[in-house]
């Protein structure tokens, strides 16, 4: 998103839009999200619309944080 419209809950909608596609109309069975660890508004949406942390890994010097939900777990 532009900067410009960081904060305004954009991506908190989309992002549970998606999970809901995901589990709805694709029968998927786990969602995985994830997000550089400094990037705490990513971070945060990813806890708001209901993923559990998972683990954190590294890649090419980055930390990446991991979390996942599953289809019978997930709160609308």
Do not use: H, P
């Amino acid at each position: 998103f532009f900067r410009e419209y960081w904060g305004q809950g954009y991506a908190t909608e989309a992002a549970r839009a998606c999970i809901s596609l995901g589990f709805d109309a694709f029968q998927l069975k786990e969602i995985v999200g994830r997000a550089m660890q400094e990037n705490t508004a990513s971070v945060a949406v990813l806890e708001k619309i209901g993923l559990k942390f998972s683990n954190a890994y590294r890649v090419e010097e980055r930390e990446w944080l991991r979390y996942v939900v599953q289809a019978g777990e997930w709160e609308r």
